[in-house]
């Protein structure tokens, strides 16, 4: 086959199958949207419905439409919060000591597969802009349409100990911000190093990386 008639392939470590674009891969979405439905019946028997806007329990359900559909752009920013969300659960669960078999399966269950899924995509560069971006937008969604009591994405008011030190929200939001972003950035490395985005040229796929 002459170099004119081959395409790229998506990016993946040398001799490994571009496996994230199969049936098999993609029927693993199933998993994630279980979790999500999981959590949103749970809120909803206990009357909080609005919980499920939290970015952990988004994410669940942005990484399902990723694997359906063969997104790595999806997978790579539900990956970001589903990591970033696994600590502050964790300490939700020491401070509280409420500890429930659903919340388990969707923040365990969904920071696992969300390791998985990179695993096949890879990370890439600038990745933390896009997941940046989507909780930006998914947080000003839930101050528009959530009780401010439940301060679901900290889209209300300061959340604990900070409440001391910021006069105003906006500029709680601004430096929750600029720590965010650091965040993201660092969790980028790190999946970097975890994952590299390599690149690969050959004629077995025509499916392209986002």
Known sequence: MSAKSKVALPDWPPGWPARWHTLR??????LPLIFFLSRFIHYFRVGTPSHIQWSCHIS????AIGMFFANP???R????????????????MIFTG???PVSV??????????????REVRAKNRSWVPALLFFLVLQQISRLTTPADLNVNIAHHAYGPWKDLFDSYWKYWLAGTA??????????VV??????????????????DL
């Open 77 to 92: 920013v539900a990956t970001f919060w589903l990591i970033l969300g696994l600590f502050p659960w964790i300490g939700d």
């Open 73 to 75: 752009l999806l997978i």
């Open 105 to 118: 399966f969707s923040h365990l269950g969904g920071f696992l597969l969300s390791l998985v899924a990179i």
């Open 60 to 63: 669940n359900l942005v990484l």
């Open 25 to 30: 891969f993609r029927l693993l979405g199933l």
């Open 191 to 208: 999946l970097l190093r975890l994952f590299p985005h390599q690149s690969k040229t050959d004629h077995r796929s025509q499916v392209p």
């Open 179 to 188: 720590l965010t972003v650091m965040t993201l950035w660092l969790t980028e």
């Open 98 to 100: 409420i500890v429930t």
